[in-house]
């Protein structure tokens, strides 16, 4: 199969991870979750003692770190992170670190070198506008809030995490709106990118979706 890039967008919540990890798979491609490489360098901050609203010092540890792919999480200077940047605490500190410029070129600058190397499945909020603009397929996701906060509150739930349903309603609406309103590589939806309301589809039907655009994009067949 020639190189293909498939970049998946839309706010939080709206399914993106979940879909474009299966969409990796089904086509055989590497996957980058780059809301995990923001989270991170939120978790490694608080490793590190640093005042994470100190873009500055933000932005030099995002420069300092090595991502690498692994198919259960996120490689950061060979250690494999999981759960422990799937907290609630580490999800708002990776949206304020995500509107911090210094550190959004740095990232984008990383995914993009992961993306010249190989074929790529990669989901976020500005792969389609900015991180990868010539993407072969672009998907924009997305969900009322009512359904982005239920499917968040299931997820947490199940990981005994102790959440209420008001509160995650009200965190999303607040990463929406720093998502859509930072000046840097905003949350948008690019203008060839394709739009998939999530609220009343399972992932089995988002999936297949997509695939039929990559079937297209590739000239048919998986």
């Known amino acids: 199969m020639k190189q293909l890039q498939v970049a998946i967008d839309g706010p939080a919540g709206a399914g993106k991870s979940t879909v474009a990890r299966r969409v990796a798979g089904r086509l055989g491609l590497s ?30 540890l995002a420069e300092q770190l090595h991502f690498s ?29 995500a509107k911090m410029p210094g550190v959004r070129r740095i990232l984008v600058n990383k995914q993009r ?5 190989q074929s790529v499945v990669m989901d976020g909020r500005d792969i389609g506008t900015h991180v990868l603009p010539e993407a072969d397929v672009k998907v924009f996701l997305t969900a009322t809030i009512e359904e982005r906060a239920l499917r968040r509150y299931k997820e947490l739930k199940a990981r005994g995490a ?33 739009l998939i309301d999530t609220t009343h589809l399972s992932i089995d039907e988002i999936v297949e979706s ?13």
């Open 113 to 117: 070198d992961i993306a010249a190397r």
């Open 162 to 194: 102790d959440v209420d349903l008001d509160g995650l309603r009200e965190e999303i609406r607040r990463r929406d709106e720093n998502d859509r309103t930072r000046k840097y590589a905003p949350l948008k939806q690019a203008k060839d990118a394709v």
């Open 31 to 60: 996957y980058v979750d780059t809301g995990a490489m923001y989270r991170a360098i939120a978790w490694k901050a608080l490793q590190e003692n640093l005042n994470v609203f100190d873009e500055e010092a933000v932005t030099q």
């Open 69 to 97: 792919l692994h198919p259960q999480g996120v490689m950061v200077n060979g250690q494999l992170l999981k759960e422990e940047i799937r907290t609630q605490e580490i999800s708002s500190l990776a949206s304020a670190i």
């Open 210 to 222: 997509i695939m039929q655009l990559c079937r297209h994009k590739l000239g048919g067949g998986e």
